[in-house]
């Protein structure tokens, strides 16, 4: 009996960044995160075991079959599942994602996500929301968050047990504007850019220590409701990263200039009274962290102010959902 099953994964953005790894091999990572996951991102993945094509896995994203890393990341995690079922069948694989490149959220956390519920429930297991977070974790650092919805802290742990994601309970109600000033394809890989800081950065070790720190205050600052104070934490520990990268030799640059319009635009809003603070992650384009209610109208005086610039906005989303199972 083959089972096919289908499940969907909204993406997140990171509000303090999961930048390094402690374990390759098992994606640990050097410090705790949080993120929010953004509704109407979802990623739908549909898996079934059923031999796949000319003996090999066969997958599909977004009508096209990808090559090199891209196929061999999801090999490797269908191996994974297969490891854990004691299967060797190959697999079929569609995955197709409700946002276009062009909205700078293409992400795989959501991609990892979905075929960490699917895979699973095709190969016949039962994984509650922990363990599906240490699976996705597997594929992709950040998808470990988003098999939650809202706020979610990734539990750096030290070892496959201890490193997943739980939600966090949140009465704040942000929203992120996403400004994209580029849907070009990034020049290197988080996982290549990642690890090039660790080793080569002398600021890397200052901004993982402060990362620490500043985790501990986004956490108060959400418990108070305290908004500006959040924001402010968020802001900071991605330019750390982003320092951090700039730092490594040689040196890592995802900025554009029109990076630094955008950020310099946020810093003349919050002068003028907005409650707006710019994280960004690995590549050129700002996501902006507001209140929900004044979300629109930040929207609006970012696409007057950036007019070369793609903006929309995303409210909070939920974890992942499993669509269908049939066998
Ligand atoms: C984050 N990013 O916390 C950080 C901030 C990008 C910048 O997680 O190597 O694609 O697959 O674990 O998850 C992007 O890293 O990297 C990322 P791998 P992943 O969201």
Known sequence: MTITATASANTNIALIKYWGKADESLAIPVTSSLSLTLGGTRTTTTVSFDGGAGGEDAVTINGA??????????????????SRAGMTIPASVTSSSTVPLAAGLASSAAGFAALAAAATRAAGMRLDERALSRLARRGSGSATRSIFGGLVLWNAGVDDETSYAEPVDCDLTPAMVVVVV??????????????????????????????????????????????PRLGEVVESNALGMHAAMIASRPSVVYWLPETLDVL??????????????????????????????????????????????????????????????TA
């Open 65 to 82: 079959t990808p090559g090199g890393t891209a196929r061999e990341r999801v090999v490797r995690f269908l191996d994974l599942v297969r």
């Open 182 to 227: 580029s849907a070009g394809r990034k020049t290197i890989s988080s996982t290549q850019a990642m690890r090039h800081t660790m080793n080569t950065s002398p600021l890397y070790p200052a901004w993982a220590e402060a990362s620490r720190e500043d985790l501990r205050v986004a956490l108060d600052a959400v418990r108070a409701r305290d908004l």
């Open 264 to 325: 310099h635009t946020v810093r003349v809003m919050r002068d003028e009274g907005f409650p707006v603070w710019a994280t960004i992650d690995a590549g050129p384009n700002v996501k902006v962290l507001t209140t929900g209610e004044d979300a629109d109208q930040v929207a609006a005086v970012l696409r007057d102010r950036i007019p070369c610039a793609t903006t929309s906005v995303r409210y909070p989303g939920g974890g992942v959902r499993v669509e269908e199972v």
